[in-house]
């Protein structure tokens, strides 16, 4: 895979968000693949800016969905859906019709697992898939020990991501779901382009793993080690753990600016 070391987290937002660009200029109905967290923020941010400026037109663009929670309303502000209404879609000018996601609401969830996934390859596939890591090498909601070749299933949260993501619930962890819709690693390694951010010094243990470890189910996010475009893009903080932080440096700087991310 190809790791990017940058300064810090708004470096990473304008690399990726111009990756974006590029590729919606390219391809102006692509299906763009959204992770929720904090992390994703600036490239959002910066994607969002240049939308503004006009460098960037999002009118047929497409949004997918990584994960949701279970048993939260559509409309209930933490449902990921609502998230990424406010941090992706408005700010982009995209219309929710423009978007797929699971239903987390589902009465059967198992179906509206295979139901998504079938709706994703249906829609031709994800061209770039955005994703952010937990601070255990999580991906999507794939806890450690997720099958590298799952399907869009419901997941089980570890306590620890509970506690991680009780910020965005009051800081009550009572308030944070049990269950989640995810999609599969083995449905996410479909995406055609996968883009790795990660920032600050709580994520370099998992991004070593990711980069230099074994594949191995304990780090979800070492899957991507098997996809044929992946890019890790991480801050100094996030990258401090790497070997081969030098070598990873050396080879970016050496590539030629038209071979993109
Ligand atoms: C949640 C999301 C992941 C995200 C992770 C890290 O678990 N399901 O997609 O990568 O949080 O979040 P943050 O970027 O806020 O550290």
């Not at 941010?45 to 997918?64: E, K, P």
């Not at 951010?197 to 899957?223: R, Y």
Request: proline share 6%.
């Amino acid at each position: 895979m190809e790791v990017v070391i940058v300064p810090d987290a708004a470096a990473g937002g304008e690399l990726i968000a111009e990756s974006m660009a590029q590729l919606l200029r390219r391809k102006p109905d692509a299906l763009l693949g959204v992770a929720t967290g904090s992390t994703p923020l600036p490239v959002y941010q910066a994607l969002a800016a240049r939308v503004r400026a006009g460098a960037v037109d999002t009118h047929r663009a497409r949004i997918a969905q990584l994960d949701e929670y279970v048993g939260l309303p559509a409309d209930h502000p933490e449902s990921y859906r609502s998230v990424l209404r406010r941090e992706v879609l408005e700010p982009l000018g995209i219309p929710m019709d423009a978007f797929t996601g699971p239903d987390g609401t589902a009465d059967d969830v198992q179906a509206a697992c295979e139901e998504y996934d079938r709706a994703l390859a249906a829609a031709g596939g994800v061209d770039l898939q955005l994703l952010g890591i937990g601070t255990d090498g999580h991906i999507g909601f794939n806890e450690p020990c997720s099958s590298l070749a799952s399907r869009t299933r419901i997941k089980t949260l570890t306590e620890q991501t509970r506690i991680d993501n009780a910020r965005f619930f009051d800081g009550d962890i009572a308030q944070v779901p049990h269950h989640v819709i995810t999609q599969g690693i083995g449905t996410i390694l479909e995406a055609r382009h996968l883009v790795l951010l990660a920032t600050g010094e709580g994520k370099a243990d998992a991004v070593a793993a990711t980069v230099e470890g074994p594949v191995a189910a304990i780090c979800p996010a070492s899957a991507l080690q098997l996809h044929p475009h992946a890019t890790v893009v991480a801050d100094e903080a996030a990258a401090s753990k790497l070997k081969l932080a030098d070598y990873f440096r050396n080879t970016y700087a050496h590539k030629p600016e038209w071979q993109g991310l």
